[in-house]
């Protein structure tokens, strides 16, 4: 291959497992000609790809040096890992799977500790009366400074800031650094919350930090030479069909006489797309709409005359210029 586009996928466990599935369902089939234990492969039926298999962490750097050109990871690596994620990538697409949150919790016997700022009150205090600070075990070091010094997050969250600590940083299990005697309060990932719970520990009411879940990631490092960038587009495009198609649902109605203004009043209601168009008087009219409005829309077309309606899933859609594409488009070109 020459100059082939580099695609970083977990090597091992559940998230492998999901994205492997998540890609296959979009026709990108991951084949490695060694067996499973070879940490090369390719995609079946699509040219210039090689799949390199490494860890979750491992793809966060390499998108953020530009060894790989797209990779898949959880967000919260990328917000740990690369400290000027925009600048360095691309969040192209998230895939429904590996959700976590990154959350501050303290210790359920401080009951008067709810939010931030009351653990800045705590940590003030510590410094006042026992002349040391507050002490936070976490492997997010980088996220937990931004928090604690009351950055706005990605997706609008901020905390009050807190001064008075210092890191610890966790090498094992965080969540039992409290209980242990190294730490005052844990900065930690969370799927459930269970794990917390069983260590007597409560999370914050706006210490939620990151909501986090698995990311299809481009490099603005990398080589995107033309090779490259067409193969990108090539799995960008299965994508966006596969995903698109996840979303909605397809709606055959039938009418006798013309559907024009009708369209166009279920698609500022409903949200609701004519991908082919006006039908003639007599043939079915398609609609496209998202799941959450499937009924809505059936009982508007029942309402409107519509004769025999019919709903259904499909496997992919194929729009032309799907905004997955145009925002890696836009991303390479502005780098």
Known sequence: ?????????????????????????????????????????????????????LSASEIAGQLASGAVHLGVTGEDLIRETIPDAASSVKLLQPLGFGYADVVVAVPKAWIDVRDMADLDDVAEDMRRRHGRRLRVATKYVNLTRRFFAGEVARDGRSAAGVTNYRIVESSGATEGAPAAGVADVVVDITTTGATLTANALKVLDDGVMLKSQAQLVASLGADWSPDATRAARTILTRIAAEVRAR??????????????????????????????????????????????AMFGLVEALSAAGAGTVTVSTVEDVFEPDPPLVATFDAAIAGR
């Open 247 to 292: 979303a909605i649902r397809e709606v055959r109605a039938s009418f006798e006489s013309r559907v024009e203004r009708l369209i166009v009043e279920l698609g500022a209601r409903f949200d609701a797309r004519a991908p082919f168009g006006a039908p003639s008087p007599g043939s079915p009219l398609v609609l496209h709409v998202p799941k959450r």
């Open 1 to 53: 291959m020459s100059n082939p586009l580099i695609l970083g996928v977990p090597s091992k466990g559940r998230l492998q497992e999901n994205v492997q599935g998540f890609f296959a369902r979009a026709g990108l089939v991951f084949t490695r000609s060694g067996g499973a234990r070879e940490y090369r492969g390719a995609i079946a039926d699509v040219a210039n790809i090689e799949v390199a298999y």
